[in-house]
């Protein structure tokens, strides 16, 4: 640390406020907020508090710059200002190229409403924007059918109007448009129509559906059913756009919710922008972690600029945990019941489908970051000092004791290696002790290995609880590779996740890959045992039933198998066929002991 740097830190304030990190080239590499600057940057500066990556920016830092704000929100919004601004390496972004749609109420003489990707500051009103083009299109539709508004690009200015500068077109006749360009409709009448407009796309249907009511009613009285037959269906129309997006209870309103899930190299935040109980505006997005960045942290800048790009005013954020930080005016709940609780988790459902359509994505496209992300996720949920590319799968197999064998299944990078699986049949053990079975298994196994030079696993999986547990340890301490192999034990019932010395087990969400590797590496270790000890049993029942031929040994016996493959062929099969097979002597003493 040079001397600049390290009288920075001794004459921090202990304000609120935004930090800038440089490296010797003036790049800026990190921009954080805090509030108080000097505890938070000091803190970075301890090595045992800093995880791998924070320790890598760290060690390129060479000056730091300070803004002191007034609260830990400003330091936020700065902080947020000043990332959008400079894109600084090691800060976590809401990246996003895409040019999403708006919805525009054009700022004119009979405004025009229309969707673009084109921000235009002209006065006109942009909503927006949609994450996906399709709900736009299904508002727009919406509106066209409960509206006749014009489509025309020509300008309807009053003196152009009066002047009669324009003619009807065929937007008028099919009855999509009442004519505003020759003066056929009233601008108080449109401008009425509009207005109910702007409800609907914000979620407020209730000036829409005065609007088409009175018109029903005055159609009515004047005696025109057939019209006022239409303006009915209209407003069907709405009720059923409306039911479809009504979620939550009508009386939520105005109120802005926040769901999240992340793993260990992203978070996914999904954002719901709730009107009178509709959701008018969803968006889920993707951030990726670039230094050990907690849940809170992300959801503190998402949140800042989630509501920034959709330019929200809200005076109430619905999250699922609570941030230390305080919003003006703003409300922050962490609702635990009720039906504000089942939209915030109706938003977790929605981040947590993201990811997981996000990483089946990866799946196909990258599959080593699919497969890197899970290695680096195993060995943070199982404690490892490494990834556990090579694991190694252990289960035995028998009957009352009888015809034991245990497998040994190798899976490199999360996917079975075939080629590498083992089985063993069991030498020292007499009954059934699986105790007993896996510790010569282990045992034997492992000193193979050490013998022959090959690279131990970083991963052992004993299929059982404490017992085979602490019989596999028992033979890995015996070789002196304790401690320096993970070693966990699974029990199927509810599927813990035993450690040696440590009485109470782990349990991984039934959705985590961590939990779904290590259940088909202990499925796959059972259904290769099973197949084994199968064809074990088979093999010594049919060389029973043959060894009761006198004067028939095993290697007599092996080679009709071999030849004939089954006892029932040995059976059916006629003199010479045996005779050419086993001599002239042995053929017939086998042909006389199944015929006679």
């Known amino acids: 640390m040079n001397e600049n740097l390290e009288l920075q830190l001794k004459t ?36 045992n508090q800093n995880g791998y990556r924070t320790r890598i920016m760290v060690s390129k830092i060479v000056r730091l710059e300070t803004t002191v704000v007034n609260s ?116 108080e009448s449109y401008d009425e129509k509009i207005d109910a407009i702007r409800g609907i796309i914000k979620g407020d249907f209730r000036k829409a559906r005065k609007y088409l009511e009175d ?24 009720d059923d756009y409306q039911a479809r997006n009504t979620v939550v209870n009508p009386n939520i309103d105005d109120v802005d919710v926040f769901g999240m899930t992340s793993d260990e190299t992203a978070a996914y935040v999904n954002f719901f922008k709730i009107r009178n109980g509709n959701i008018v505006q969803s968006f889920t997005t993707e951030i990726k972690k ?6 809170e942290e992300i959801l503190e800048e998402a949140l800042v600029e989630i509501r920034q790009k959709f330019a929200s005013e809200s005076k109430e954020i619905l999250l699922p945990f609570h941030l230390n930080i305080e919003i003006p005016n703003i409300k922050l709940i962490v609702p635990k019941v009720g039906d504000k609780k089942r939209i915030v988790e109706l938003s977790e459902k929605n981040a947590r489908e993201y990811r997981l359509e996000k990483l089946k994505q990866v799946q196909i ?33 028998n009957i009352q004791g009888s015809n034991p064998v245990s497998a040994c299944v190798v899976f490199r990078d999360g996917k079975p290696s075939k080629s590498d699986y083992r089985i063993f049949h069991v030498k020292t053990v007499e009954g059934p002790n699986d105790f007993a079975t896996m510790e010569e298994v282990i045992y034997r196994r492992y000193k193979r290995m050490l013998d022959e030079g090959e690279n131990l696993p970083q991963l052992i999986l004993i299929d059982g609880g404490k017992g085979q547990l602490s019989s596999a340890v028992k033979s890995l301490k015996l070789l002196g590779l304790y401690g320096k192999i993970t070693v966990v034990g699974i029990a199927k019932r509810l599927e813990e996740i035993f450690f040696p010395e440590d009485s109470i087990p782990l349990y991984l969400d039934k959705k985590s890959e961590t939990l779904k590797i290590l259940q088909r590496v202990r499925d796959e270790a059972h259904r290769f045992g099973v197949k084994h000890h199968r064809t074990r049993r088979t093999n010594n029942t049919i060389k029973s039933e043959l060894e009761e031929i006198p004067g028939v040994g095993e290697k007599t016996i092996e080679l009709l198998l071999k030849k004939l493959k089954s006892v029932k062929r ?21 042909w006389e002991f199944f015929n006679q």
């Open 12 to 47: 921090l304030p202990s304000e609120p406020g935004v930090y800038r990190y440089y490296d010797k080239n003036g790049q800026l590499l990190y921009v954080g907020k805090a509030k108080n600057l000097k505890k938070r940057v000091l803190s970075y500066f301890n090595k």
């Open 72 to 187: 830990e929100y400003d330091a936020l919004l700065l902080e947020n200002n000043l990332i959008k601004e400079h894109q600084p390496f090691y800060n976590v972004m809401l990246k996003d190229d895409k040019t999403y749609p708006w919805i525009c109420i054009k700022n004119e003489n009979f405004p025009r409403i229309f969707m673009t990707r084109n921000v235009i500051k002209d006065g006109s009103e942009y909503y927006g924007p949609y994450a996906k083009v399709r709900p736009a299109k299904i508002l727009l539709e919406t509106i066209k059918n409960l509206y006749k508004i014009r489509s025309c690009n020509l300008d309807l200015s009053p003196k152009k109007i009066e002047d009669g500068k324009y003619k009807v077109c065929l937007e008028y006749h099919i009855k999509n448009c009442k004519g505003p360009c020759e003066n056929l409709e009233s601008k």
């Open 570 to 590: 040995i059976k059916e099969a006629n003199l010479e066929t045996l005779e050419e097979i086993l001599g002239k002597q042995k053929g017939k003493i086998v």
């Open 290 to 295: 670039i230094l050990e960045e907690t849940d």
């Open 365 to 397: 496209v990258d599959p080593e970051r699919h497969t890197n992300r899970i290695m680096a996720e195993m060995q943070k949920l199982l404690r490892m000092p490494v990834e556990p590319r090579h694991i190694e799968g252990f289960d035995n197999s």
């Open 215 to 238: 018109e029903m009613f005055r159609f009515a009285a004047n005696l025109e059913f057939e019209a006022a037959q239409n303006v009915k269906e209209r407003l069907e129309f709405l």
